[in-house]
Every structure is written in structure tokens, then in C-alpha cells.
């Protein structure tokens, strides 16, 4: 299948990189450090949520913000030897244009810049928690990508894993992609559903991108 595209917009964890072992391991330890049971834990949805979000399903609203500065501290200082790419990504980036993709990312800015940087990715536009008021499944993170980009958003693709940003690049009137790395098919609902982006190619034409998608 090809889709032509003047942007590509990448979620980071669960689609560039994998660092959910470190995700559990760190998000465990706040909840054992302020309190909340094993079951409470497993009944939130941390995969691509901002952590004041996931927090504020746990915690009294006095608590959050002290239990954020704490999740970011426990999550940068488990960067190294936490994060490994996913298969395809770096051959993808690699064939991208300059300007013509962006990172979208419901983590922090100060985490999502370790976590690249551990794997050797700099993207010219990170879209960060940090950038906005409202989080996936809203579409306010890729609106503000394409915003920057200078792209209409009916001319850009968002590669997801997340059920949640499946659902905001919708909202946000863009093609999807999903790609079944910590979901299954049957759980993603998108234009386009791949294993991961080793099923995806690019090249760069006129006035964008052709992207291939193998499904």
C-alpha cells in the first residue's frame, strides 16, 4: 500500500523504541513508594498517557505533582541500558527528508530527549508533554506538530502503537498507521495496521514523502 504525505509524525515509545521493561520497573517503585496496591496499579493504563494523567487516576490532586517530579527522576535516571530501538526505525528516520517528521511523544521533554539520545536519535521537532494542555487521545499534540511543521494535517501520517494516539491522530483528521508492537491487530483501529516499521519504506518526492507500507 502507498500513502503520499508532507509529514510524518512518529510517536516515540511502543514505535521508534522500547523501553517499556523500564516503564514497569520505575512506575512500580512510585507505586510502591506513595502507597498504591498491586491491584490499584494494574487497573491504570500507563502506555501512552502523560504521567500526570496516569498519576492523577492514583493519587489525591495534592499528590500529583510531587509524585511527577518523582516518576521523571526514577524514568531519566533508568535511561541507559533501558531503551532499545524497535526493528526499522533508524532505516526509516535515515530516509526521511530533513523537516518533513516529527517525535510526538505523551513523555516529558526531558525523558523522551534521554531516551533518543540513548538509541542515537536527534529529531529536528519533539512534541513533548510539555508542549501542551491536553494529551492523547485529544489531538492537540499532533495538531501542534503540523502546526510547526507548516503542514496541513490532512497531509500528514501518525505512526502509533497506542490505542490512545491511534485515536488522537484521527481526531486530528490525519491517515493512520498502526503498528502491533504492544497491541494486538484486532485491538488497533487505524488506516493501515503494520508489525512495525520494518514493513514501512520511504522515499522522498516532490513535495513530501511516498510511503510503503507492507501489511
Keep these: 500500500m502507498k500513502i503520499h504525505a508532507e509529514a510524518l509524525l512518529f510517536d516515540n515509545d511502543g514505535t521508534l523504541i522500547s523501553s517499556m521493561e523500564s516503564v514497569y520497573r520505575c512506575w512500580r517503585r512510585l507505586a510502591q513508594e506513595y502507597g498504591i496496591t498491586a ?49 526499522g526505525t533508524l532505516e526509516l528516520l535515515t530516509s526521511l527528508p530533513p523537516g518533513r517528521w516529527a517525535v510526538v511523544t505523551s513523555a516529558g521533554r526531558r525523558l523522551a530527549e534521554a531516551r533518543l539520545a540513548e538509541v542515537g536519535i536527534d529529531p529536528q521537532m519533539l512534541i513533548s508533554a510539555d508542549d501542551i494542555t491536553r494529551g492523547k487521545p485529544d489531538p492537540e499534540p499532533f495538531l501542534l506538530a503540523a502546526a510547526k511543521l507548516g503542514v496541513d494535517p490532512a497531509r500528514c501520517v501518525v505512526f502509533e502503537d497506542a490505542p490512545a494516539g491511534l485515536t488522537a491522530g484521527r481526531a486530528a483528521g490525519m491517515t493512520t498507521v498502526a503498528l502491533a508492537t504492544t497491541h494486538t491487530a484486532g485491538e488497533l483501529f487505524a488506516d493501515v495496521v503494520v508489525k512495525d516499521l520494518s514493513a514501512v519504506s520511504a522515499q522522498a518526492i516532490e513535495g513530501g514523502v511516498e510511503i510503503t507500507a507492507a501489511v
Design 39 to 87: 491491584e490499584e496499579f494494574e487497573q491504570v493504563e500507563l502506555h501512552g498517557r502523560p504521567a500526570a494523567e496516569i498519576i492523577a487516576d492514583m493519587l489525591p490532586a495534592e499528590r500529583v505533582a510531587g509524585a511527577v517530579a518523582r516518576i521523571e527522576e526514577l524514568e531519566v535516571s533508568d535511561v541507559a541500558g533501558g531503551v532499545v530501538l524497535l526493528p
